[in-house]
C-alpha cells in the first residue's frame, strides 16, 4: 500500500520512502511493516525524502526537487548531515534535465555515485564535512 519513492536494503530491513518525512522499513520477505521513523533536523520535518541509498547504518535520501542529500541516522530519524549537490552540472549541462534523483554507492571505491533525471552525467563523489 501507499507510494515508494525510494527503497534501500540496510542489511536487515528494506527502507522505503514515499515521498513525505516517514520511512517505512519492511521485512524483505513479507514486506509487511516492521518499523517507522519520522526523520527530523533541528526538530523539524523533513518532507519529500526520495531517493534512498543504505551505507555502513546510515541511509542517505535525496530531498525531492532539491539538490540536497540527507544523511539519516536509521534508529532515531535524526539528520546527521546535509550535503549540497549544487553545482555538479555546469550551465551547459543543465538544458533539458530534471531533478537529482539517483544515489548509490561503489563499496569498493568508497564513493558515491550522483546522477538526476535525464542528466546527461553521473559523478564519482566522496562527502566531506564543510
Known sequence: ??????????????????GSSSLTMRDPETFMIVGTVIVQLNGSDVALLNELECVAGKIYANIWQTDTIVEI???????MAVIDAAGLLDGTDTAGVD????????????????????????????????
Do not use: H, R
Open 99 to 130: 531533478v537529482l534523483n539517483g544515489i548509490a554507492y561503489d563499496e569498493t571505491s568508497e564513493t558515491f555515485l550522483l546522477t538526476g533525471k535525464l542528466w546527461p552525467a553521473m559523478f564519482e563523489v566522496v562527502f566531506e564535512p564543510s
Open 73 to 79: 541516522d536509521p534508529a532515531t530519524g535524526d539528520v
Open 1 to 18: 500500500e501507499g507510494q515508494g519513492w525510494g527503497l534501500c536494503f540496510d542489511g536487515v530491513a528494506l527502507v522505503m520512502s514515499d
